[in-house]
């Protein structure tokens, strides 16, 4: 309640005062635009601390004496007879809320004039403000989702630090893993055990589980970085060239999944069987990175992006260009053909456009996955060829 009483009165102040030179105030967003942007950093906090604030207000009225003195204030007329609840919600209604007002006020004015470009300020420092209380609120419930997940798995391989303020979950789900031994390759099934019929997958936004149940827990018994997998759908497994004949016969909705370097820096191989069509679709697309758009750019995913280090300095030239000093680190999510980039840069966050001669692709785990990638198809390949060329000859 805090930031809805004490933290808006300079806010309210400015806009009195406005109010005492005139009373038609012919323009308030300017003040609004200069608290936004320079003073509203208050409701992100608070938006963050939502879902750890209802929970400890939820414990604390499971306290009879705390409870019943909530609801003799609430039916006071100094609180206006509102619930507790509706007090606490009051910071979040209104930094959602402003940016309708703002926008209401654009659409009564013509476009163009003064008035209308500081309207447009105004409204676009608000939306900025609600989404970074939109993404605070997400962040702090998936770092509560990290540390719950994290507190039901038991590593049966080499543990590492699974909770991570950049870390969060993507997909989930059960399958049944279907014992493929008799390919000349090495299996998943050879590390789950021989009786092991389904395993749980985690997919994070970096990296991927293979979990099995045990009791309440997840046991860990493989994992591997996320852009280090190779994801295929198998629709006919008597002519998969990752299956032997009759392995899979009359099994639905295949999936082969590669782990081309787990945990172990190996490579393992595991062929799945989703509950439906649809599941193997969104477990293909959510493993499979972005493809690029056509020839003239290549677009990249958060998770499986170029970084660029900066070579020699460059001054932005228009507004949604990025100012680059030596040394400076870059993720790219776009390369255009004529040699423009479009990246996130990683100091600060910022995003903008750059010319990629000022800058030099450093060798990260893009780069290796995207190696180890290539070198997996290779292999397939001259598999594919030999047997073949084996067929031919008999």
Same mark, same amino acid.
């Given at each position: 309640?805090?930031?809805?009483?004490?933290?808006?009165?300079?806010?309210?102040?400015?806009?009195?005062?406005?109010?005492?030179? $005139?009373?038609?105030?012919?323009?308030?967003?300017?003040?609004?635009?200069?608290?936004?942007?320079?003073?509203?950093?208050?409701?992100?906090?608070?938006?963050?601390?939502?879902?750890?604030?209802?929970?400890?207000?939820?414990?604390?009225?499971?306290?009879?004496?705390?409870?019943?003195?909530?609801?003799?204030?609430?039916?006071?007329?100094?609180?206006?007879?509102? +619930?507790?609840?509706?007090?606490?919600?009051?910071?979040?209604?209104?930094?959602?809320?402003?940016?309708?007002?703002?926008?209401?006020?654009?659409?009564?004015?013509?476009?163009?004039?003064?008035?209308?470009? %500081?309207?447009?300020?105004?409204?676009?420092?608000?939306?900025?403000?609600?989404?970074?209380?939109?993404?605070?609120?997400?962040?702090?419930?998936?770092?509560?989702?990290?540390?719950?997940?994290? %507190?039901?798995?038991?590593?049966?391989?080499?543990?590492?630090?699974?909770?991570?303020?950049?870390?969060?979950?993507?997909?989930?789900?059960?399958?049944?893993?279907? /014992?493929?031994?008799?390919?000349?390759?090495?299996?998943?099934?050879?590390?789950?055990?021989?009786?092991?019929?389904?395993?749980?997958?985690?997919?994070?936004?970096?990296?991927?589980?293979?979990?099995?149940?045990?009791? $309440?827990?997840?046991?860990?018994?493989?994992?591997?970085?996320?852009? $280090?997998?190779?994801?295929?759908?198998?629709?006919? +497994?008597?002519?998969?060239?990752?299956?032997?004949?009759?392995?899979?016969?009359?099994?639905?909705?295949?999936?082969?999944?590669?782990?081309?370097?787990?945990?172990?820096?190996?490579?393992?191989?595991?062929?799945?069987?989703? /509950?439906?069509?649809?599941?193997?679709?969104?477990?293909?697309?959510?493993?499979?990175?972005? %493809?690029?758009?056509?020839?003239?750019?290549?677009?990249?995913?958060?998770?499986?992006?170029?970084?660029?280090?900066?070579?020699?300095?460059?001054?932005?030239?228009?507004?949604?260009?990025?100012?680059?000093?030596? $040394?400076?680190?870059?993720?790219?999510?776009? /390369?255009?053909?004529?040699?423009?980039?479009?990246?996130?840069?990683?100091?600060?966050?910022?995003?903008?456009?750059? +010319?990629? %001669?000022?800058?030099?692709?450093?060798?990260?785990?893009?780069?290796?996955?995207?190696?180890?990638?290539?070198?997996?198809?290779?292999?397939?390949?001259?598999?594919?060829?030999?047997?073949?060329?084996?067929?031919?000859?008999?």
């Amino acid at each position: 309640m805090n930031v809805d009483s004490q933290f808006p009165s300079s806010f309210l102040r400015d806009l009195e005062a406005r109010w005492q030179e $005139s009373c038609h105030m012919k323009d308030v967003c300017d003040i609004i635009h200069k608290h936004a942007s320079q003073k509203f950093e208050p409701y992100v906090r608070y938006c963050s601390n939502q879902a750890y604030q209802d929970r400890a207000l939820n414990n604390l009225k499971q306290n009879a004496e705390f409870s019943e003195a909530v609801k003799r204030l609430e039916q006071n007329s100094q609180c206006q007879f509102l +619930p507790l609840a509706s007090f606490l919600l009051l910071p979040m209604q209104r930094i959602t809320r402003l940016p309708l007002l703002v926008d209401a006020i654009a659409h009564r004015l013509e476009p163009g004039c003064e008035l209308h470009t %500081s309207c447009k300020k105004a409204l676009d420092s608000l939306t900025k403000v609600a989404k970074r209380c939109d993404e605070a609120a997400k962040k702090m419930q998936q770092a509560e989702q990290m540390c719950l997940l994290a %507190s039901n798995l038991e590593f049966k391989v080499k543990e590492f630090p699974l909770v991570s303020a950049s870390r969060f979950l993507v997909k989930q789900g059960e399958l049944s893993m279907i /014992k493929a031994d008799g390919t000349n390759r090495k299996t998943l099934s050879k590390l789950l055990g021989s009786n092991k019929e389904h395993v749980y997958l985690y997919l994070f936004n970096d990296i991927l589980l293979v979990t099995k149940k045990k009791g $309440s827990t997840f046991q860990v018994r493989d994992y591997c970085q996320r852009n $280090s997998l190779y994801v295929e759908a198998v629709d006919n +497994p008597d002519k998969s060239r990752h299956l032997a004949p009759g392995v899979a016969t009359g099994v639905p909705n295949l999936l082969f999944l590669a782990l081309l370097a787990n945990h172990d820096n190996k490579q393992v191989e595991l062929v799945l069987s989703c /509950k439906s069509e649809s599941e193997r679709t969104r477990w293909v697309e959510a493993i499979t990175p972005t %493809s690029s758009a056509g020839d003239s750019e290549r677009i990249y995913d958060y998770w499986d992006c170029p970084q660029f280090h900066c070579v020699r300095k460059y001054l932005a030239q228009q507004p949604d260009e990025l100012t680059l000093e030596e $040394s400076d680190v870059i993720n790219v999510t776009r /390369k255009m053909a004529d040699g423009w980039c479009e990246g996130e840069r990683i100091r600060d966050g910022e995003k903008g456009w750059f +010319p990629a %001669s000022h800058t030099e692709e450093i060798n990260n785990s893009h780069v290796r996955a995207r190696n180890l990638r290539m070198r997996y198809r290779l292999m397939m390949a001259s598999q594919e060829y030999a047997q073949i060329e084996f067929g031919n000859r008999h």
